[in-house]
């Protein structure tokens, strides 16, 4: 290995390590960090690699990861999971196999009337077509898929059960 290289090597790891004790980050946001920097391809790929057996990157741990904060903090629907995977670089295949590990400790379900009691706290109320427009609208921003809602909005609906006026 040339000087030049060791050098280049020896910036890449402590700025990849830098990036890493801030937030973790995917492969691939790693990877685009780097290469902004200015870092040879050669280079990243080498850091990358002695990060990944140091376990410094790993896209699995960090989608299993971000999706349990994302649930603690905001339940929403598997679609909208995926797309935040997604968009912190988590390769497709592996944001499946965390969402499928979700599937087995969450139902959708589950998830999404935990935010329909939760809302409805917040919920003034009044006009019932009111109320199931504002909750619509909330659970559709959260990524649950329409024919949930509806399932959701059926059952908390007046007269039938635990309506949105009952208390």
Do not use: W
Request: charge should be positive; include cysteine; hydrophobic fraction near 35%.
């Amino acid at each position: 290995m040339t000087d030049r290289f060791r050098d280049e090597s020896a910036r890449a790891i402590a700025y990849a390590y830098k990036l890493l004790r801030m937030r973790p980050l995917s492969e691939a946001r790693l990877r685009e960090r780097l290469s902004v920097r200015g870092f040879s391809e050669t280079c990243i790929t080498r850091v990358v690699n002695k990060l990944k057996q140091g376990s410094y990157v790993d896209d699995r741990s960090l989608a299993t990861s971000l999706l349990r904060v994302q649930l603690r903090h905001t339940p929403s629907g598997y679609a909208s999971l995926k797309e935040k995977l997604l968009s912190k670089g988590i390769p497709e295949e592996i944001a499946h196999e965390a969402l499928d590990e979700l599937r087995q400790e969450y139902s959708e379900y589950a998830l999404a009337k935990q935010c329909v009691l939760k809302k409805r706290a917040s919920i003034k109320k009044g006009d019932a077509a009111d109320e199931v427009r504002q909750l619509t609208a909330y659970l559709r921003r959260r990524g649950f898929e329409e024919e949930l809602i509806n399932r959701l909005i059926d059952e908390f609906s007046l007269g039938k059960g635990s309506g949105f006026h009952e208390g």
